[in-house]
C-alpha cells in the first residue's frame, strides 16, 4: 500500500456505504482504493486513479499531476456514486 503523508489538491469526501470516509491525503485516496471490496478490482477508473495516484507519490514537486491524481479519483468515486 501506497504511504504519503501529502495532501491531495483538494479534499474528498467518500462514502462507502452509510459511512463518510474523508480523503485528505495521497495515502488516504491509495488506502482507500486498497480497501475496496474485490468485486471492484479491474474496473479501469480504479485502475486509472491508482496509476495517478502511484505517479503524484513519485513526483511529489509535479502540482499538475496531483491535480490530475485527485481528480482521477474524485472521477472515480462519482462512477460509482460514492462521491459525498
Sequence with gaps: MLIDSRPLYYPIVALLGRDRVDIRTIGDA????????KSYDGRLHWSLAGSALE?????????DLLRTATMA???ALAT?????
Design 55 to 63: 505517479a503524484a507519490h513519485e513526483r511529489p514537486n509535479d502540482i
Design 73 to 75: 479519483f474524485e472521477k
Design 30 to 37: 491509495a488506502a482507500f482504493i486498497v480497501n475496496l471490496p
Design 80 to 84: 460509482e456514486e460514492m462521491l459525498g
